[in-house]
């Protein structure tokens, strides 16, 4: 028998040390039993592995901004991580409202349940004893009747997969959507034929685009496996495996650093390693050891000929990256368009103005912004060769169709929207078609119209004044001077006082709003003669600027103000005034003179949506579609994008205006502040209108911008099946008398087509019928907690996410009966 030396003891003391603090740490391993209950918050929201890597339970719904939210992941993270950073999720598409619970039922359940009872994420493994969460990072279910799991979560992998796991051939990697959201993504790492592959995926639907990347050789591989030495590799049949990635950390090195690969957002497998501590000069972070596809700009990756998806980045945007840095690739949209969700750079990008029309000659109202070595290599509808820069930019322009034209050497393409594969590229040059200042119509560029007016005018009165000082007598060249000078002098004073100029424009609290006279509002409404409509807030005419161009306007007069309520005006109006969107009402300015308090809007010729809903003309189905993606993102605005977000109280047709092009434009929106308590309030302390309100009102409760995504859930269902929300006339079918009772109804019956039954073109495009109805049905949950965020609806609505199935609304609307 070898004789252990007193050196050797000084080596070993250190090693039994380190196992006997292992196992009294494993002593103290927390397990999820029957009578162990996980909570969003209390005394016990995780459960920790017996060395205190890992962690397991609820984690607050990280944001870009840093701030708190109401919603929590089921997730396992690395604890000791600074980032705390998430491996896995169990609820990535559905997070859970504050309250929440998980608990593991007596048959072996792993069930996490809402405030008010109904199922998030449910596991059923039938034989599940307990839930323990390994140092490896691997939840499990221990079967009491087996030595192997009844269910582990590394078989259920999200984006992430660690070392010691096992990828077989039916299990795959999905990217979350984004760095913050953890739904389901749209880049997928999977087994097909043999090969490992890199595809788009067309959600919410799991269609596989063409590979954008796969393993080189014709092999036939059997597994992904992470291993402990730090190698990422694909097993193959002839017991040989390939390398995908390496950390490249030795033996000695190894057991400093986490590790984990994930599918990234930009839809790159990333190799990173983390040290356990700050020695050796490693920064606390995640350092990238390796990528797949490696070296190599993804942004020039998703794109083989058959290939029909957004790219990296998503429609009408571009992307860039330096595949030098630990950087993720950087998603930009391109001049006067805007992310689709401005949290989300991957979402793709929208324009900011109402594109070209082809029904009329709209070509004034365009110009072309260049940007430099810039392509969308998809999207070509046109194809000119020999041409030059001047010809491809005025083929584009006159072109209605055209959104975008691309210039490379004497070639020239058009393209419409939307544009895929953005990229940065140094032989083309791209030119976007974009509306003059970024306006939606002329009335929104007086300024710059005023100025060439000004400018034409001048000219003008410079050739009189020319012509009459190179002839004629002193004495009537002097006469003539005098009378041009006179008649630009009363001109001039004449159209100050019937147009409104920028320097007038700071009266309100700095916004940029004019300050308008009684006499002047009155002129222009011709004494207050047309009504448009009234409301809570006053009765609205219809009027007209005297200007060259005539700009038509609505007066809304306030008639019930709240009394002592200057303050409050002034600040609310200033609030409005710097509000600027596109499916926004926009406000001209304001009369505050004497007892008389209005405002100006810009005019909606198509009137209220109301009309077009309820009336004898329906509006076609394409159109409310896309009134109901205008209103979701005049409301996201309102919320999460204004200087002061605004709660607008009062989401109802009547509300909703419509401009020539029927886009849809929110009206009245912060003005809830301005009503008389008893025109807003009744004793509850309800504000908005009968059929519209949410359950909130009627308890008491902190309001939140979760109201007006109540409201909205209403509106889209009239939106849908073209009827008002209340139906209570003599005759009419009492189970249909209230339509949210009778969607909910529907749907869950399979019964949708009742809904649409009447409108030839919803009942062929049932598909989207349903999944507008899932989210207004999300939206009018009776917990403001369950409802989304309009953030949130929008994603929902673009199918950027997908539509969980929704829980009944609640025992609260049944009452109602």
Not at 113 to 118: D, R
Not at 230 to 257: I, M
Not at 541 to 562: C, M, N, P, S, T
Not at 630 to 640: I, M, P, S, T
Request: with cysteine.
């Amino acid at each position: 028998m070898k004789t252990i030396q007193p050196a050797s003891l000084l080596l070993i003391i250190p090693q039994l040390l380190l196992l006997i603090i292992s196992l009294s740490k494993q002593t103290r391993a927390q397990n999820i039993s029957s009578d162990t209950t996980l909570t969003t918050s209390g005394t016990t929201t995780s459960v920790m592995s017996p060395s205190g890597d890992f962690s397991f339970g609820f984690t607050p719904l990280p944001s870009n901004d840093n701030t708190t939210t109401n919603l929590f992941l089921l997730a396992i993270w690395f604890a000791k991580t600074v980032d705390k950073t998430i491996v896995w999720t169990a609820n990535g598409n559905n997070p859970a409202p504050a309250g929440s619970e998980l608990n593991l039922t007596p048959n072996g359940t792993l069930l996490l349940t809402s405030p008010n009872g109904t199922t998030i994420f449910s596991l059923a493994s039938g034989a599940g004893s307990h839930a323990a969460m390994l140092d490896t990072g691997n939840l499990i279910l221990v079967d009491a009747n087996s030595d192997d799991p009844a269910w582990q979560s590394f078989d259920h992998p999200t984006d992430t997969i660690l070392p010691t796991q096992v990828l077989t051939s039916n299990i795959f990697l999905q990217s979350r959507l984004s760095n913050t959201d953890f739904s389901t993504g749209r880049f997928r790492l999977y087994q097909k034929d043999g090969k490992l592959s890199l595809s788009q995926v067309a959600i919410p639907k799991d269609t596989l685009y063409e590979p954008y990347w796969s393993s080189d050789q014709a092999v036939d591989g059997t597994q992904l496996v992470f291993d402990r030495s730090g190698y990422v590799y694909f097993d193959l049949t002839n017991n040989t495996h390939l390398n995908v990635t390496t950390a490249n950390l030795d033996s000695s090195s190894l057991s400093k650093f986490y590790q984990k690969g994930t599918l990234d957002v930009d839809g790159v497998f990333r190799h990173y390693k983390y040290p356990k501590d700050n020695t050796g000069g490693w920064q606390q972070k995640w350092n990238i050891a390796d990528r797949v596809p490696r070296d190599t700009n993804i942004c020039l990756r998703p794109i083989p000929d058959d290939y029909y998806g957004s790219g990296v980045c998503g429609y009408n945007s571009f992307c860039q990256t330096d595949v030098e840095s630990d950087q993720l690739t950087t998603c930009k949209c391109p001049s006067n368009y805007s992310f689709i969700d401005s949290r989300n750079q991957y979402s793709g990008c929208s324009p900011d103005f109402d594109t070209q029309r082809c029904d009329v000659d709209d070509t004034a109202r365009f110009q072309l912004v260049a940007m430099t070595n810039t392509d969308w290599p998809r999207s070509d509808y046109e194809h000119y060769t020999n041409a030059s820069e001047e010809e491809c930019r005025e083929f584009c322009l006159k072109d209605c169709l055209c959104a975008v034209a691309i210039f490379r050497n004497v070639e020239c393409w058009k393209k419409r929207l939307p544009l895929s594969n953005g990229r940065t590229d140094s032989t083309a040059n791209a030119f976007i078609k974009v509306a003059k200042d970024g306006s939606t119509s002329r009335d929104e560029q007086p300024a710059e119209h005023d100025e060439k007016i000004k400018k034409e005018y001048c000219s003008k009165a410079m050739v009189v004044v020319g012509s009459t000082l190179l002839g004629g007598s002193v004495l009537i060249n002097l006469f003539l001077l005098a009378y041009t000078l006179m008649v630009a002098f009363y001109s001039s004073r004449k159209r100050k006082q019937n147009q409104f100029h920028p320097e007038t424009l700071a009266g309100v609290g700095g916004s940029n709003l004019h300050s308008f006279t009684y006499k002047q509002l009155h002129e222009a409404t011709n004494g207050f003669n047309e009504e448009l409509g009234r409301g809570a807030f006053g009765t609205v005419y219809k009027g007209v600027l005297q200007r060259e161009d005539r700009i038509f306007i609505a007066v809304k007069k306030l008639d019930k103000l709240l009394k002592d309520a200057e303050k409050e005006f002034t600040s609310e109006v200033r609030s409005i005034g710097q509000t600027h969107h596109k499916n926004l009402v926009r406000l001209i300015g304001i009369c505050k003179e004497a007892e008389n308090r209005m405002l100006v809007y810009e005019f909606m010729s198509n009137g209220s949506l109301t009309s077009f809903l309820f009336g004898e003309e329906k509006l076609e189905w394409n159109k409310r579609v896309n009134i109901i993606y205008d209103v979701a993102k005049g409301l996201l605005y309102l919320h999460e994008e204004c200087v002061s977000p605004i709660i607008h109280c009062d989401i109802k047709s009547q509300n909703i205006l419509l401009d020539d092009h029927f886009v849809a434009r929110i009206s009245d929106f912060g003005l809830a502040k301005l009503l008389l308590v008893d025109q807003t309030r009744t004793n509850t302390g309800i504000r908005g209108t009968k059929g519209y309100v949410a359950p909130e009102w009627f308890k008491n409760t902190l309001v939140t911008t979760k109201v007006d995504v109540y409201s909205y859930g209403v509106l889209m269902l009239e939106i849908i099946c073209c009827r008002k929300n209340l139906e209570l006339e003599l005759g009419f079918d009492q189970e249909r008398a209230v339509l949210v009772y009778w969607a909910c109804d529907c749907y869950r019956n399979g019964e949708l087509d009742l809904l649409v039954e009447s409108d030839i073109e919803a009942m062929m495009d049932m598909r989207r019928v349903e999944k507008f109805v899932r989210v207004a049905i999300w939206c009018i949950q009776e917990d403001p907690s369950l409802r989304p965020s309009m953030e949130k609806v929008t994603q929902m609505l673009k199918g950027s996410v997908d539509v969980p199935v929704p829980p009944d609304p609640s025992s609260f609307m049944r009452t109602l009966r």
